[in-house]
């Protein structure tokens, strides 16, 4: 038998690869307790009132859910400050991102833009959707080469790509900044803000970017509820747009794709101010600990505005990787981000950010 061949994109595709689970580490070292600060969870685990709000739906699930979800995108431009008309709910903003890509980008024709060792959903997005992805290489100290990718667009370039604040470095750049990038980006590119971390950038008035949605039609702004939220393993993610483009997508993505226990929650955890307040409070505490420690170990720490920060052991990082495995704490190597001399770790309780710092001090 030959073997299948598929479309070359997906036969050049890796796998994503994510962090090692709870479950695959207790059984690999024999551990009791693993605390996982790699993939930048909420600390703080997920909402009592978005619990309460799933079980209480949890009878309504032999239904379709409301095609569009109107009730969430409502409650959501209602805390950003837009209307329900501006906004697109995904599973997860992974799907915005794909339909962003899809929606705008001619294939064979088209490229989307974005910097060295970004986010890996943009390349893999584009790929799919046969884009050619094209990353312009950071400025010193791993800051954002925005002038140089205001510069890179051409008539060819449907997206340009902007984390911030960033994953994996932690670094953000100001609205200001960002103004100076629209107002030289052609209209016809969409200059899309990933903000899933923007929840935890201070202060918060530098890097509101929501004044631009009205002056620049082009400007996309993707959230999530993954992090400060509380929601990953529910999916969703949203994006703040105009409503031509909203338009648009409602025309070209599939129905349903929001489930509707996934709905019921970010509803219930948008009402939820304590455990939002709770969670920006212990991740801020948290990064500022983790920065003025790790920088008294010896280690270059990036100035982080997420609720991680990266920073690079004076051991080898895959060594400290594992040597932090084996003693039940799982952080994230940045590898395959082609950061290899770096590690990512997400700031947890008050307690597991005193067991990792005691940790990494007896290794360093
Ligand atoms: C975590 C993260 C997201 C959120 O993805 P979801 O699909 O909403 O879980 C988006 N962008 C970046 C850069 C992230 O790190």
């Known amino acids: 038998m030959s073997p299948i061949k598929v479309r070359p994109d997906v036969m050049e595709t890796k796998p994503y690869v994510p962090g090692l689970t709870i479950e695959e580490i207790k059984e690999k070292y024999s551990l ?86 970004c986010f890996s959903m943009y390349n893999l997005m584009s790929r799919l959707s046969g884009i050619n992805f094209r990353q312009i290489p950071r400025e010193a100290e791993h800051k954002h080469p925005l002038k140089a990718m205001t510069a890179a667009v051409t008539d060819k370039t449907a997206i340009v790509f902007v984390t911030t604040p960033d994953n994996p470095t932690g670094l953000a750049v100001t609205a200001k900044e960002v103004r100076e990038m629209a107002e030289s980006i052609p209209e016809q590119t969409i200059l899309a803000i990933d903000e899933a971390y923007i929840d935890f950038a201070t202060p918060a008035a530098e890097y509101d970017m929501r004044p631009l949605l009205k002056e620049f039609p082009n400007v996309v702004l993707l959230r999530t509820f993954s992090k400060a939220f509380g929601l990953a393993g529910m999916r969703v993610g949203f994006g703040i747009m105009s409503t031509e483009l909203t338009g648009f997508i409602n025309r070209a993505r599939p129905p349903f794709t929001v489930n509707l226990l996934a709905e019921e929650a970010a509803i219930a955890v948008l009402g939820d101010d304590k455990f939002y307040n709770d969670t920006v409070d212990v991740v801020l505490r948290g990064r500022k600990m983790f920065t003025d420690e790790i920088r008294g170990m010896g280690c270059e720490v990036l100035p982080s505005q997420a609720n991680f920060i990266m920073f690079k052991p004076t051991r080898d990082a895959g060594e400290v990787f594992e040597e932090l495995l084996k003693r039940g704490i799982i952080v994230r190597p940045l590898k395959s981000f082609g950061l290899s001399e770096y590690i990512r770790v997400t700031m947890g309780t008050d307690v597991e950010n005193k067991i990792f710092i005691d940790t990494l001090k007896e290794l360093l």
């Open 32 to 117: 009791e307790s693993v605390i996982k600060l790699a993939s930048n969870e909420n600390p703080l685990g997920a909402s009592p009132v978005a619990i309460e709000a799933i079980n209480r739906h949890a009878p309504d699930i032999f239904r379709y859910p409301h095609n569009g979800n109107p009730r969430l995108n409502k409650a959501i431009a209602e805390r950003i400050g837009v209307t329900q008309k501006n906004i697109i709910c995904g599973n997860g903003s992974d799907e915005i991102i794909d339909l962003l890509v899809r929606v705008k980008a001619e294939p064979g024709r088209d490229e989307v833009l974005s910097y060295e060792s």
